[in-house]
């Protein structure tokens, strides 16, 4: 009967826009505090926006400025739920709010790497105890988020969905001949976590076997002009292209052009969403032994 209130504290990262836009086409009242800058965000139909910037832990001031401003956004409009999608910086805005029902939903880093430094831990201990429920998409992220201290009771373990009717194979497989050239692809953001020097460490070695394979890498991220440096010291700058961000709803007939899909990330929650959506593609996929 109706539609429900529902409160998003989230980045513009496709798993969030993808819940997002969900409730949102359902009939939902949608009020989304985007934790990211203005330029980044895309209107959706039914849903409020209120961009809070990019926030970080350590610049505190900019933090509370912004922790205030949410909760009185969130208090005044007074959803049925309050759900923050990461339990880092989004989940800790969302235990200033002081509201509740709170769900939380973890993504990986925010818990898998929490134990490393023990204010962190301590944040991300006291954000999942005060959630009403967690949510995460992997059992191993499940026993991380236990050994923080949350009640196994309210942990529910719901995986991150793709779309297959949008994501698929390519009508006619056409078969890697001798004077092919490959085609390899990562989507990871060009940040430390993705390790995607890692990848460009490779690129010598791989052109030693297939001369004629060429790489793209999708995304954008801090490391950007470090990792073109590194490709320009090894001598494959003409062998990489960096593709910036590729919207989401380009991606598969992007990627149904590439051979394989390769991730290099350091730590991961469950299937990363585009490991997901490479497979989905019908492409084979080299990955690191995380998650």
């Not at 539609?3 to 496709?14: D, E, R």
């Not at 969130?74 to 805005?93: C, E, F, I, M, T």
């Not at 923080?148 to 529910?156: E, I, P, Q, Y």
Request: glycine share 8%; with cysteine; charged share 20%.
């Amino acid at each position: 009967e109706g539609g429900v209130k529902l409160c998003f504290i989230a980045s513009n990262s496709v798993h969030a826009v993808k819940w997002i836009r969900y409730f949102a086409e359902n009939g939902h009242d949608i009020l989304w505090l985007a934790v990211c800058r203005q330029e980044e965000v895309s209107e959706m139909y039914g849903v409020k926006i209120h961009c809070l910037g990019q926030l970080e832990m350590r610049n505190w001031t900019r933090f509370l400025s912004s922790a205030w401003r949410a909760r009185r956004l969130v208090r005044s409009w007074k959803p049925d739920l309050l759900h923050a999608h990461y339990a880092g910086v989004n989940g800790l805005l969302g235990l200033f709010a002081g509201y509740h029902p709170f769900v939380v939903t973890a993504w990986g880093s925010d818990v898998l790497l929490a134990g490393k430094a023990f204010f962190t831990r301590f944040l991300v201990r006291t954000i999942l105890r005060h959630a009403d429920i967690i949510t995460c998409d992997a059992e191993h992220m499940c026993r991380a988020i236990s050994s923080l201290g949350a009640d196994s009771g309210k942990l529910h373990k719901i995986m991150f969905g793709i779309d297959t009717e949008l994501f698929r194979p390519p009508a006619a497989e056409l078969p890697l001949g001798p004077q092919s050239n490959p085609v390899v692809v990562s989507l990871r953001s060009l940040e430390p976590l993705y390790d995607v020097q890692t990848l460009i460490k490779a690129v010598p070695m791989v052109l030693r076997s297939v001369p004629s394979a060429c790489f793209k890498i999708v995304g954008s991220g801090s490391q950007e002009q470090e990792l073109k440096s590194l490709a320009v010291r090894l001598g494959v700058q003409d062998k990489i292209s960096f593709l910036g961000r590729i919207p989401n709803q380009e991606l598969p007939e992007f990627l149904r052009g590439c051979d394989v899909y390769v991730s290099t990330s350091l730590s991961d929650a469950g299937i990363a969403s585009s490991t997901a959506e490479a497979m989905s593609c019908g492409l084979p996929v080299v990955v690191s032994d995380s998650g």
